[in-house]
Nanobody, 116 residues
């Protein structure tokens, strides 16, 4: 069983930056594929970025060039660096872990609001 706890969300102005972190406990972190997803009320949860246990990245087209996902297996953490934030990035961001792709375990989410 893997527990995930996100942090780092908040209110930021358009064009600003935020760094989200996800701390994992339980399981063998290095064996999991990790991902960040986001959800706006009334919409489906959507993929933002994933990183495999080997470190391969994948990004949604809407965030390419602005968001960077990274992982630190020693610290059992995955991060999402977000720059050039837009109002449409406003959502609850969720961390996820899984074998053969994220999705088996989820954190509780952290709110990101981009507004002036």
């Amino acid at each position: 069983q893997v527990q995930l706890v996100e942090s780092g969300g908040g209110l930021v102005q358009p064009g600003g930056s935020l760094r989200l972190s996800c701390a994992a406990s339980g399981g063998i972190f290095s064996s999991y594929d990790m991902g960040w997803y986001r959800q706006v009320p009334g919409n489906q949860r959507e993929l933002v970025a994933t990183i495999t246990n080997f470190g391969r990245h994948n990004y949604a087209d809407s965030v390419k060039g602005r968001f960077t996902i990274s992982r630190d297996n020693a610290k059992k953490m995955v991060s999402l660096q977000m720059i050039s934030l837009k109002p449409e990035d406003t959502a609850v961001y969720y961390c996820s872990a899984g074998i053969g792709g994220p999705g088996n375990y989820w954190g509780q989410g952290t709110q990101v609001t981009v507004s002036s």
